[in-house]
């Protein structure tokens, strides 16, 4: 006890406190009490511990009456910004501290009462309050409680929301912007505003154009944000401009903000409308009803809004009252059915064009185009021949696959509905076909006029329509006779007989040759060719009646008597043609006898010598007669009239075998005298 803070009684061992005790300065006190018993050297000690119990009697203070803390804003809401720290000398509860805020705030701060740890409750902005100044209250436990405060008062201390380069520039400004084409150079088109709500050099901004210039039309004052014109606009080569413009604030690192600011150049009417094309080309079908859609022809005014409206209208023309323009659109339709094969095109300027113009509205600012307009045929003509029948003579010798006709069938349709395709519908025997492509009749086998002399069949043209009639035309084909044909006996061989002792002129047989040509290929004459070197007869060269030319005589004959009656004629049979063609037969004439001739003996007697031993039955002689007429005219019978009375001979009637019947005698008689007739 150095500061003397206690006395001890020296006789009764009471310790008693001389200074008033401080609970906060020595909470425990150890003293260490000797005893000595006299004078004797002989002492003991013991040790007291003494505890000073506390009462309430300090107050909790701050170490610090003033404080300042800095936080960032960005600062998330229960950050622990700032830790208030008291003392309170007092032990157990009367040094134990809670911790309260006793200032006024909105609400933006709390404190843990334990701790004194201050939290952000919400998210502070530096531009709204820079600043806050709390008052942090410190009551103990005590009873009662004792209380200090420590103000943070706007001078010394304070939670101060430091600013960093957090916020990117904002635009303010418009993204679009109108400009008129026709200003001059320097113009002030669009002010660009950006805003940053940092502080200081993080919030000053300033601007850059980053793309959409690349033709320098504009300029961009980077302080102040003004976009001029550079250059002079023209609306009609480029009517916007995308400006890619960026705001840089001038923090550290540097944030910046893009915007797209859209120029729009404004129309000035300083352009004429021009068409897409200046020819048009397009077709329609014909027959359609009026009101058929053609084209749709476009101009284009470089121009905008009212000023490039364009009015639509047809110039007069060849045929333009054909057709209607509807001014708005541009869109050309019929006002009357289209017949192709009346006009095919529309034509003006020698090329076949509709002229039309487009002018501005209330302009007479214009231009003109040309149509090329083509009507398109549609299936509505059926193939015609030029003559409902024909016919033709064509020679039989013409060789196979000899055109004989080219037919031809018109079609005023055009292209695969004008194409006609030729057939043929009748039986041709197999003599004709025809081309389908061209319309050529040709022969597809020799022809005969003998066989068949004339031909009829019809020919018809289609063109690819299935509903449309055809054409049809009757083909009559004459076959020319050739002299192909000579003319032919009936027979190759004839007999015929005459009476011998006719009158000349006689006739005697009529021979017919046939020619199967016509004509005078077909006419016949007759004549001899041979036998008739005499002259004994004639024939009649038209009619090929065969006569005697004179009288005839079947016995008179110097050379021959087995031909005497008969005569051999070859005749000839020939046509008119040319070359003449002829053929030949053989008549073999027969004079009949006329019993005109009395038989005639070879000799007018017969002397036989006989020996009158002679047997009966011997042949003695025989007798022959000669008659120069013919057949039963000629036939001779043998008769004795007269010398065998007493019958020693017998006379064959037939041959004139003279025969002896009996035996003869000499002595008796020596000599017969028979007499023959021949009959």
């Known amino acids: 006890d150095p500061q003397g803070r206690f006395s001890i009684d020296p006789q009764f061992g009471i ?140 001078l010394a201390a304070k939670i101060v929301i430091l600013d960093i380069n957090d916020n990117s520039p904002s635009f303010t400004s418009s993204p679009l912007s109108y ?29 850059h154009i980053l793309s959409g210039n690349e033709n320098k039309a504009f300029v961009l004052d980077k302080i102040t944000g003004l976009l001029s014109t550079a250059r002079f606009l023209d609306r009609e080569i480029q009517e916007r401009y995308s400006l890619a413009v960026m705001a840089l604030d001038d923090g550290s690192p540097a944030l910046s903000a893009t915007q797209v600011l859209t120029v729009i150049v404004l129309d000035v009417n300083d352009e004429t409308p021009i068409f897409l094309k200046q020819l048009y080309e397009t077709a329609v079908h014909e027959n359609q009803d009026p009101g058929e859609f053609v084209i749709k022809v476009e101009a284009v005014d470089r121009d905008a809004g009212l000023n490039s409206l364009l009015r639509y209208e047809i110039l007069p023309g060849a045929g333009y009252e054909k057709f209607k323009m509807n001014s708005d659109s541009g869109e050309l339709v019929t006002t009357a059915s289209l017949d192709r094969e009346t006009q095919e095109v529309f034509s003006i300027k020698g090329n076949c064009e509709i002229s039309m113009s487009a002018c501005k509205m209330g302009s007479e600012d214009g231009s003109t185009a040309q149509l090329y307009l083509a009507v398109l045929d549609e299936n509505d003509h059926n193939p015609l021949f030029a003559k409902t029948q024909y016919q033709i003579s064509v020679r039989e010798d013409l060789e196979e696959g000899s055109a004989i006709l080219d037919l031809f069938a018109s079609d005023k349709d055009d292209g695969l509905n004008g194409e006609v395709t ?68 009936q027979q190759s061989y004839y007999k015929a007989s005459v009476w011998e002792g006719q009158s000349p002129k006689t006739d005697i047989i009529q021979v017919f040759a046939t020619d199967l040509d016509s004509g005078l290929n077909g006419e016949t004459e007759y004549s001899i060719l041979s036998g008739n070197e005499d002259g004994r007869f004639l024939i009649d060269s038209a009619r090929g009646i065969l006569a005697t030319n004179t009288v005839l005589d079947h016995e008179n004959t110097s050379s021959y008597r087995e031909m005497a009656s008969s005569h051999c004629l070859v005749l000839l049979a020939s046509d008119r043609g040319t070359p003449s063609l002829n053929s030949t037969a053989t008549v073999l004439i027969t004079v009949l006898d006329v019993n005109d001739n009395p038989p005639v003996f070879s000799s007018p007697e017969h002397h036989i010598h006989v020996k009158e031993s002679i047997p009966v039955g011997s042949h003695i002689t025989e007798v022959s007669a000669n008659d120069c007429d013919a057949g039963t005219n000629a036939k001779i019978i043998y008769a004795m009239i007269s010398g065998n009375d007493r019958g020693h001979f017998r006379l064959d009637e037939k ?25």
Request: with cysteine.
């Open 15 to 154: 310790i008693r406190s001389k200074k008033q005790l401080d609970h906060e300065t020595q909470s425990v006190v150890v003293l260490t009490v000797q005893s000595q018993l006299g004078n004797s050297p002989v002492y003991s000690s013991t040790q007291v511990n003494i505890s000073v119990i506390d009462i309430n009697d300090n107050p909790p203070v701050f170490l610090t009456k003033s404080d300042k803390v800095t936080i960032s804003h960005t600062q998330p809401p229960g950050t622990a910004v700032y830790i208030a720290h008291a003392e309170d000398k007092d032990s157990g509860l009367n040094g134990a501290i809670k911790y309260s805020i006793a200032s006024k705030q909105p609400n933006t701060f709390s404190i843990d009462p334990s701790l004194g740890v201050v939290n952000l409750t919400r998210t502070v902005f530096a531009d709204k309050q820079q600043e806050y100044t709390l008052h942090i209250a410190a009551e103990d436990c005590g009873s009662p409680p004792l209380t200090s405060s420590l103000t943070l008062d706007s």
């Open 179 to 207: 400009v008129m084409e026709d200003v001059e150079v320097g113009f002030l088109v669009h002010r660009i505003i950006a805003k940053d709500p940092d502080e200081g050099r993080n919030g000053q901004v300033t601007y």
């Open 422 to 489: 030729y057939s043929l519908v009748d039986d041709t025997f197999g003599a004709f076909a025809i081309d389908s492509v061209t319309g050529s009749i040709v022969t597809t086998k020799a022809l005969d006029r003998e066989t068949k002399s004339q031909y009829t069949f019809r020919a018809v043209a289609s063109d690819c329509s299935t509903h449309l009639p055809r054409s049809t035309t009757v083909m009559t084909v004459l076959i020319q006779d050739v002299n192909d044909n000579v003319p032919k006996f």
């Open 655 to 679: 041959t004139g075998s003279v025969d002896l019947m009996k035996t003869l005698d000499y002595e008796d008689t020596m000599k017969f005298t028979l007499i023959v007739q021949a009959t």
